[in-house]
């Protein structure tokens, strides 16, 4: 398995649509995971961290399963300002360092 | 809010030439990372820092090599640019005090064609 993998879509929904991705990663071992939004031509911002099972931030809900190894992220209502790609993100291998391994990102695209 | 800066947005250089990046950082943060994004491949880790004066190698460090002589700012050095180093180069940095759980702040990149 991978480190991180994504669908990479695009997934093409209309506004107002509920729309999920999932993501799944490699070490067992990895604590704290996240998802970041990156729009087009524009660096990466942190959209939601997520610990233990899970946690919810308006229209987004973040989810980890351990068992299985995967996050998920959902978006409810989905609005035109919510075309980007997502990238789900895990700690990094080794060192013990704060680094990060980003997955390559799913496209999400939302029409009127 | 943590601001992270880099010096080009755009940039050309001719193969072989010795190409600096600089990224800058204004919230005391000890760690720092360069990164690069292709379509495709999506981010890879370059060399990263955890302090003034260390450095250590990411995924992909061949053909880079990078300097933290202050803590704000951690420049990216291609010693002999090549056509496939062109690329969007990602400048990151993060707290080790907050710990991972809060992630990393971006620049705004710097896309770097080598011609």
């Known amino acids: 398995r991978k480190e991180v993998e994504q669908d990479p879509g695009p997934f093409n929904v209309p506004e107002g649509a509920t729309v999920a991705f999932n993501c799944t990663y490699s070490?067992?071992?990895?604590?704290?995971f996240f998802w970041y939004r990156q729009d087009c031509r524009k660096e990466p911002k942190l959209l939601m961290s997520?610990?233990?099972s899970g946690n919810e931030d308006g229209r987004f809900t973040a989810q980890l399963n351990r068992a299985s190894q995967y996050i998920s992220l959902l978006i409810r209502d989905s609005k035109l300002s919510d075309s980007a790609t997502y990238l789900c993100v895990v700690p990094g291998r080794g060192s013990g360092y704060s680094t990060l391994t980003f997955g390559k990102g799913t496209m999400l695209l939302v029409s009127p | 809010d943590v601001k992270v800066t880099q010096s080009s947005r755009y940039l050309v250089k001719r193969t072989g030439e010795k190409v600096f990046l600089e990224c800058v950082q204004d919230m005391d943060h000890e760690n720092m990372f360069w990164y690069r994004q292709d379509p495709g491949l999506g981010l890879r880790l370059i060399y990263f820092s955890y302090d003034v004066k260390m450095k250590e190698k990411g995924d992909i460090p061949e053909g880079y090599s990078v300097s933290r002589e202050k803590k704000e700012r951690f420049s990216l050095i291609l010693e002999s640019a090549s056509t496939n180093q062109t690329s969007m180069y990602l400048c990151a940095s993060s707290s080790s005090d907050r710990g991972p759980n809060y992630g990393y702040t971006f620049g705004s990149g710097t896309r770097l064609t080598v011609v």
């Open positions: 070490n067992s071992a990895s604590q704290s």
């Open positions: 997520v610990y233990s």
